[in-house]
């Protein structure tokens, strides 16, 4: 009796595996849903073309072919679905779209980069395609029309979104990743990744791209899931992402809230919840750029994004990765509205490091570099708390805060505020 109550529950488990769908992120759903860029493991569905875990074998497909192999862990890509096709100059004019979709349907096929002797040829037909459709891009031969620039997106997101491979700290078990020390990962499938990359950048570029036409297929849902990418451990593909982002931001005015709030949220998630991630170092360098364009008088939704993300960026302990690019950001605030710097060095010294004498070294850094913007009158609202925490700088016995101190800080205020403010408050 006992056994076949077994045998019953094991029959109901299969067919509840059987039924189970894997997770999909097909190209145009809900802006919430943000397949790409995510860690984790099995494989994802997206339009017939399931993309794997990068660590697994990777299955492939064509869309929209019969030929396509059975999306399992075991399907391999054969020589008779990689169609060799015309050049663009071998046909007429008028065959061109129609062959633009071709190539674009032959692209949508994914290899597996892990065995670097396995379809050597196909791999390089692909390679050779991709770069025939960023060519045709890029002279303007063709102004493309919107069913072909929906497709190209469809392929666009079939190569590049996907599931990253696992953090290098997830398999050390290392608190941080140090690039000067760390080989960085390098994608194995750059080698196609980097040129549809430069297709998509070529298109949002070119000046025969229509952005009300563009914007339905690089909506929302797309700009999320490539801010996902932006956590890739690859620094050739965040450059990739760094450019393309700000090129949307630039050339989609419609987009440029939804971009500020998700990189907020970005940042929301890695200062309170993870402190973990690869990408914030070229998010800041699109918002210092942004930043450097805002219109004056400055909206309250920029000051709070100043008081609630790039301030607190300072809590981490890994600040030090992308410093440079947040003390670019702090200063381009204070530049652009002066009266902003009583709330940025209150800002630094409540993030103020106790026992990190590198990371004091660059909030002093900055600090000079807020100061070289700051007017007396501000200078004055902040000036007894500053020179309170220079006082227990100067407790210090790191010979770099003492050097900074006596060379640099103390000169420069000297210069910019009267002397009798700075000598008294240091006795003080």
């Known amino acids: 009796m006992f056994n076949k109550i077994i045998k019953r529950a094991n029959r109901k488990g299969s067919k509840a595996d059987a039924n189970e769908q894997p997770a999909s992120y097909g190209y145009g759903g809900g802006g919430g849903n943000n397949g790409g860029g995510v860690r984790n493991s099995g494989s994802v569905s997206t339009s017939n073309v399931t993309v794997n875990h990068s660590s697994r074998s990777t299955v492939t497909s064509t869309p929209g072919n019969s030929q396509s192999p059975n999306n399992n862990s075991n399907s391999t890509v054969t020589s008779d679905i990689v169609e060799f096709l015309p050049l663009f100059r071998d046909v007429a004019v008028s065959d061109r779209q129609n062959l633009f979709l071709r190539k674009l349907q032959l692209c949508c096929i994914l290899f597996d980069f892990s065995d670097t002797l396995r379809l050597v040829r196909e791999k390089e037909t692909k390679r050779v395609t991709l770069l025939e459709l960023v060519d045709f891009i890029q002279s303007g031969s063709g102004k493309i029309t919107e069913n072909v620039q929906e497709e190209l997106i469809r392929m666009v997101s079939i190569n590049i979104f996907r599931c990253l491979p696992p953090a290098s700290h997830e398999n050390t078990g290392s608190e941080t990743n140090d690039p000067d020390e760390d080989e960085p990962y390098l994608e194995p499938a750059w080698l196609h990744l980097q040129i549809v990359y430069e297709l998509l950048l070529r ?226």
């Open 203 to 428: 298109y949002i570029v070119s000046s025969d791209t229509d952005t009300k036409i563009a914007k339905r297929y690089i909506d929302h849902s797309f700009v999320l899931k490539l801010l996902d990418l932006f956590d890739s451990e690859d620094p050739r593909e965040r450059e990739y992402l760094k450019t393309i982002l700000h090129r949307i931001y630039g050339k989609f005015m419609v987009h440029r809230p939804f971009i500020r709030k998700a990189i907020n949220n970005i940042f929301y998630r890695f200062i309170f919840e993870t402190e973990r991630h690869s990408g914030i170092g070229e998010l800041l360098e699109i918002l210092g750029s942004i930043i450097n364009g805002f219109a004056l008088p400055m909206k309250e939704e920029h000051k709070l994004f100043l008081v609630r993300a790039l301030i607190p960026l300072h809590k981490p302990k890994s600040v030090g990765l992308y410093h440079q690019q947040l003390s670019y950001c702090i200063t381009q605030f204070v530049e652009k509205d002066y009266k902003l710097a009583d709330t940025v060095i209150r800002g630094l010294l409540k993030y103020w490091p106790v026992t990190n004498c590198q990371k004091e070294v660059l909030f002093l850094n900055e600090l000079e570099e807020v100061l070289e913007a700051t007017q007396s009158p501000e200078f004055q609202r902040c000036m007894v708390p500053l020179f309170r925490q220079i006082g227990r700088c100067l407790n210090s016995s790191h010979f770099q805060i003492l050097f900074f101190w006596e060379s640099s800080l103390l000169v420069h205020m000297n210069s910019k505020f009267s002397t009798h403010q700075v000598i008294g408050l240091s006795i003080g």
